[in-house]
């Protein structure tokens, strides 16, 4: 017999795997244990920290980029005083604590600005090696971290000099809510800065002293535990964080004090993309963002109801497995010994007929067959009965099998464990939601105020004396620095385009530069316009066009769910999901999600969020307008995200996921087997039911061939043989009738 066909390996796998999923059953549907914190918190604190580090990545790569943008225009322009210099970027940029321009040779301090430096901590010897110009860190006398970004300034017949500036790892709008602290953590486990705790001369209470020392203690701990766990490379890493974070991130839980338990989540810094490197992630810095959550009381599912489920299975799958048993594999067995017997010649014994099905049909037709070679001179004898009666098939009985396991599975994945109304959402996953997309926000708007910058300063170069050729050259190299831009142009007071990089302009009028730094043009797809215009009276500008796609890319953050920019009309401008331009939220929560957001809390609106059903399911949502300032602030926009609870780690959404994961599995199990069991025997069967009437009824000529090597196939061999039989008696009974003709 074949190894994986005939009767009883499909019967054999189904027992086992309704018996294994009886114990996954019990195991799993009665032991869905929530801890005091939900692995939900935890993971939103991953995802916290994982923002934190993509900000700080950004803003760190940015000031490089920035500062080496700004070194290369002006040395490629005529030679410029080191105080200008310094006067020019400060205007542009307000990004960096301290600038100062050194004179390589000779170490001479030509010009600062801002705090002092440490240029001491500079080796001039080593700047044109590899790495010279790279960043780092320093610590001043006051214990604060600073972060030094080098750049050359060449001009011609002039010392070559370096353009220093300082900035502090601080977090560019990273917004923390109430008893957050996040901090930047150093290779060795070493705090370098943190926000969120308050200084202990600060605070006015012995007991709020005390909970500064301790939760300054805990950010410590955890501080070395994160730095030890990131180890490994972000750029090589197997296992990156979840949700396609391309370093090393997780989650920690620390000490409880007074009902409430400290969690923490830590990413490293990585690139933009795996494998990719910049200049941040060589810094070796890690992210380490943590709060104090209220504990929930420890809840587990009922032991006693996973027993009773799984004791259903078996019942049912021994029904099943029975019924299976009886009804196809005895009788086909009992065909195949019988059809044996015959070809043998043991034609004594009548055939033993099963009962029901196909197998009934055959046994008769063996039946027949038998008299027919036991009496060779009898004629073919017609169906006794002149109409065959019908019987129960075995499709019936597969069907039956069918339903009896359905009958299990549909009430588990559509009535038992379902989560309704009283599921509990933490509060703190409400919070995060709510600072996470205000934080979402704020990048944004940075980035809007970035790109607009980066015009200023290319303009700041520009003026009456600048040829269009010169002009291309600097907008085509901005345009290779900041992939930001769709089109770079220069435009005159009469709207004429003097020069101009990268795609077509998509947004330039005949009416000339806009009076507004950056404005949103309504075409075919939105168009975010940044001017910024050239000095003096010429009324010429540099005008920016920023891909869409640059903005969409922004709002893919793990957690968050969907993602939408929306105007002051609520129309969608950029999403992290496909959408179509300038379409509404299309619901009325949303859209009164973002009107309060929108209202005055003292001096400004702040971001709100929601917890809320809709279709029977609980959404956490949250909106955040734009508030902070820079050019992109009156463009009014908006940043809503929202997401469905049924995704998250809560205990009544796991315990009903693994309700439908176990009626899934046995629906699987049951098609599976039962749908193995059609193909290689059932089907088979039947045709055979058919050909062993038809030879039983005179139908001497039509060939039977088995399908497989198992037992319908062996019956189909013995027929074959009794066939052959039969039409070796017809010759041989035609031959002593003729003999006696032909001696006359």
Same mark, same amino acid.
């Given at each position: 017999?074949?190894?994986?066909?005939?009767?009883?390996?499909?019967?054999?796998?189904?027992?086992?795997?309704?018996?294994?999923?009886?114990?996954?059953?019990?195991?799993?549907?009665?032991?869905?244990?929530?801890?005091?914190?939900?692995?939900?918190?935890?993971?939103?604190?991953?995802?916290?920290?994982?923002?934190?580090?993509?900000?700080?990545?950004?803003?760190?790569?940015?000031?490089?980029?920035?500062?080496?943008?700004?070194?290369?225009?002006?040395?490629?322009?005529? *030679?410029?005083?080191?105080?200008?210099?310094?006067?020019?970027?400060?205007?542009?940029?307000?990004?960096?604590?301290?600038?100062?321009?050194?004179?390589?040779?000779?170490?001479?301090?030509?010009?600062?600005?801002?705090?002092?430096?440490?240029?001491?901590?500079?080796?001039?010897?080593?700047?044109?090696?590899?790495?010279?110009?790279?960043?780092?860190?320093?610590?001043?006398? =006051?214990?604060?971290?600073?972060?030094?970004?080098?750049?050359?300034?060449?001009?011609?017949?002039? *010392?070559?000099?370096?353009?220093?500036?300082?900035?502090?790892?601080?977090?560019?709008?990273?917004?923390?809510?109430?008893?957050?602290?996040? #901090?930047?953590?150093?290779?060795?486990?070493?705090?370098?800065?943190?926000?969120?705790?308050?200084?202990?001369? @600060?605070?006015?209470?012995?007991?709020?002293?005390?909970?500064?020392?301790?939760?300054?203690?805990?950010?410590?701990?955890?501080?070395?535990?994160?730095?030890?766990?990131?180890?490994? =490379?972000?750029?090589?890493?197997?296992?990156?964080?979840?949700?396609?974070?391309?370093g090393v991130s997780g989650s920690l839980t620390g000490?409880?004090?007074?009902?409430?338990?400290?969690? #923490?989540?830590?990413?490293?810094?990585?690139?933009?993309?795996?494998?990719?490197?910049?200049?941040?992630?060589?810094?070796?810095?890690?992210?380490?963002? @943590?709060?104090?959550?209220?504990?929930?009381?420890?809840?587990?599912?009922?032991?006693?109801?996973?027993?009773?489920?799984?004791?259903?299975?078996?019942?049912?799958?021994?029904?099943?497995?029975?019924?299976?048993?009886?009804?196809?594999?005895?009788?086909?067995?009992t065909l195949f010994l019988e059809s044996r017997r %015959?070809?043998?010649?043991?034609?004594?014994?009548?055939?033993?007929?099963?009962?029901?099905?196909?197998?009934?049909?055959?046994?008769?037709?063996?039946?027949?067959?038998?008299?027919?070679?036991?009496?060779?001179?009898?004629?073919?004898?017609?169906?006794?009965?002149?109409?065959?009666?019908?019987?129960?098939?075995?499709?019936?009985?597969?069907?039956?099998?069918?339903?009896?396991?359905?009958?299990?599975?549909?009430?588990?994945?559509?009535?038992?464990?379902?989560?309704?109304?009283?599921?509990?959402?933490?509060?703190?996953?409400?919070?995060?939601?709510?600072?996470?997309?205000?934080?979402?926000?704020?990048?944004?708007?940075?980035?809007?105020?970035?790109?607009?910058?980066?015009?200023?300063?290319?303009?700041?170069? @520009?003026?009456?004396?600048?040829?269009?050729?010169?002009?291309?050259?600097?907008?085509?190299?901005? #345009?290779?620095?900041? %992939?930001?831009?769709?089109?770079?142009?220069?435009?005159?007071?009469?709207?004429?385009?003097?020069?101009?990089?990268?795609?077509?302009?998509?947004?330039?009028?005949?009416?000339?530069?806009?009076?507004?730094?950056?404005?949103?043009?309504?075409?075919?797809?939105?168009?975010?316009?940044?001017?910024?215009?050239?000095?003096?009276?010429?009324?010429?500008?540099?005008?920016?066009?920023?891909?869409?796609?640059?903005?969409?890319?922004?709002?893919?953050?793990?957690?968050?769910?969907?993602?939408?920019?929306?105007?002051?009309?609520?129309?969608?401008?950029?999403?992290?999901?496909?959408?179509?331009?300038?379409?509404?939220?299309?619901?009325?929560? %949303?859209?009164?999600?973002?009107?309060?957001?929108?209202?005055?809390?003292? @001096?400004?609106?702040?971001?709100?969020?929601?917890?809320?059903?809709?279709?029977?399911?609980?959404?956490?949502?949250?909106?955040?307008?734009?508030?902070?300032?820079?050019?992109?602030?009156?463009?009014?926009?908006?940043?809503?995200?929202?997401?469905?609870?049924?995704?998250?780690?809560?205990?009544?959404?796991?315990?009903?996921?693994?309700?439908?994961?176990?009626?899934?599995?046995?629906?699987?199990?049951?098609?599976?087997?039962?749908?193995?069991?059609?193909?290689?025997?059932?089907?088979?069967?039947?045709?055979?039911?058919?050909?062993?009437?038809?030879?039983?009824?005179?139908?001497?000529?039509?060939?039977?061939?088995?399908?497989?090597?198992?037992?319908?196939?062996?019956?189909?061999?013995?027929?074959?043989?009794?066939?052959?039989?039969?039409?070796?008696?017809?010759?041989?009974?035609?031959?002593?009738?003729?003999?006696?003709?032909?001696?006359?």
């Open positions: 017999m074949s190894l994986l066909g005939g009767i009883r390996p499909p019967i054999t796998v189904l027992s086992v795997l309704l018996l294994a999923l009886a114990g996954f059953t019990a195991v799993t549907l009665g032991n869905v244990r929530e801890g005091r914190l939900p692995a939900a918190v935890l993971t939103s604190q991953q995802h916290f920290a994982e923002d934190g580090a993509v900000a700080l990545r950004a803003s760190l790569d940015e000031s490089v980029t920035d500062l080496d943008r700004a070194a290369a225009l002006f040395s490629a322009g005529k *030679p410029v005083p080191p105080d200008a210099v310094l006067d020019k970027i400060g205007s542009v940029y307000q990004k960096w604590r301290g600038t100062a321009v050194v004179e390589i040779s000779s170490g001479r301090l030509l010009a600062a600005r801002g705090e002092n430096l440490p240029l001491t901590a500079i080796d001039r010897t080593r700047l044109t090696g590899e790495g010279g110009l790279a960043p780092r860190m320093v610590k001043l006398a =006051n214990g604060e971290t600073r972060l030094l970004t080098l750049s050359l300034l060449s001009f011609k017949d002039q *010392p070559q000099q370096l353009l220093v500036a300082s900035s502090s790892l601080r977090f560019p709008g990273i917004s923390l809510g109430n008893f957050r602290a996040i #901090a930047v953590v150093g290779s060795d486990g070493t705090v370098l800065s943190n926000d969120g705790i308050p200084e202990p001369e @600060m605070v006015l209470t012995d007991l709020q002293r005390a909970d500064v020392k301790r939760d300054t203690k805990q950010l410590r701990s955890f501080a070395k535990t994160a730095a030890k766990r990131t180890k490994a =490379n972000p750029l090589t890493t197997k296992e990156p964080g979840s949700g396609g974070f391309p000490g409880e004090w007074g009902g409430e338990r400290a969690a #923490a989540g830590y990413a490293r810094l990585a690139g933009p993309e795996p494998g990719v490197g910049t200049s941040a992630t060589s810094l070796e810095l890690t992210v380490v963002a @943590m709060v104090n959550v209220a504990q929930n009381p420890a809840r587990t599912s009922d032991a006693f109801a996973g027993l009773v489920l799984a004791g259903a299975l078996l019942l049912v799958g021994a029904l099943v497995v029975a019924l299976l048993v009886a009804t196809v594999q005895r009788p086909l067995i %015959l070809t043998r010649g043991d034609l004594a014994r009548p055939v033993s007929v099963p009962r029901g099905s196909e197998a009934a049909r055959i046994g008769t037709a063996l039946e027949r067959l038998r008299g027919q070679l036991a009496d060779q001179d009898a004629p073919q004898p017609p169906d006794p009965s002149g109409r065959r009666k019908r019987r129960t098939g075995a499709r019936t009985l597969l069907a039956l099998c069918g339903v009896l396991l359905l009958a299990w599975c549909v009430p588990l994945g559509l009535l038992v464990n379902r989560a309704g109304a009283d599921v509990v959402v933490p509060q703190q996953l409400v919070n995060d939601q709510r600072e996470r997309t205000d934080t979402l926000n704020d990048r944004i708007r940075r980035a809007l105020n970035e790109g607009q910058a980066d015009l200023q300063s290319v303009a700041s170069l @520009m003026g009456d004396d600048t040829t269009p050729q010169h002009m291309t050259t600097v907008l085509e190299r901005t #345009a290779r620095e900041h %992939l930001r831009y769709d089109s770079l142009y220069v435009l005159d007071a009469g709207g004429k385009v003097l020069a101009q990089a990268g795609g077509t302009p998509q947004a330039a009028g005949a009416k000339g530069p806009r009076k507004e730094p950056i404005t949103l043009h309504e075409g075919k797809k939105p168009v975010v316009v940044a001017t910024a215009h050239l000095p003096g009276d010429t009324g010429s500008a540099v005008v920016g066009e920023l891909r869409i796609d640059f903005l969409n890319s922004l709002l893919k953050r793990p957690g968050l769910g969907e993602i939408r920019v929306v105007d002051s009309q609520h129309r969608v401008i950029a999403s992290n999901n496909g959408y179509r331009a300038f379409e509404k939220l299309g619901d009325e929560r %949303l859209d009164a999600l973002v009107e309060g957001s929108a209202l005055k809390v003292g @001096m400004a609106p702040r971001p709100g969020s929601v917890l809320y059903r809709s279709g029977g399911d609980h959404v956490i949502a949250a909106a955040a307008p734009f508030v902070g300032g820079g050019a992109a602030k009156p463009l009014d926009w908006t940043v809503v995200s929202w997401q469905s609870a049924k995704g998250l780690a809560i205990h009544e959404y796991s315990l009903q996921n693994r309700t439908v994961l176990a009626g899934l599995l046995g629906f699987a199990v049951g098609a599976a087997c039962l749908g193995w069991l059609q193909i290689i025997v059932i089907a088979p069967l039947r045709e055979l039911a058919r050909r062993a009437e038809a030879l039983a009824d005179g139908d001497r000529r039509t060939v039977l061939y088995p399908r497989h090597h198992d037992e319908v196939g062996a019956v189909t061999r013995s027929l074959e043989i009794i066939r052959q039989q039969l039409q070796q008696q017809r010759k041989q009974a035609g031959g002593r009738v003729s003999a006696p003709a032909g001696r006359n």
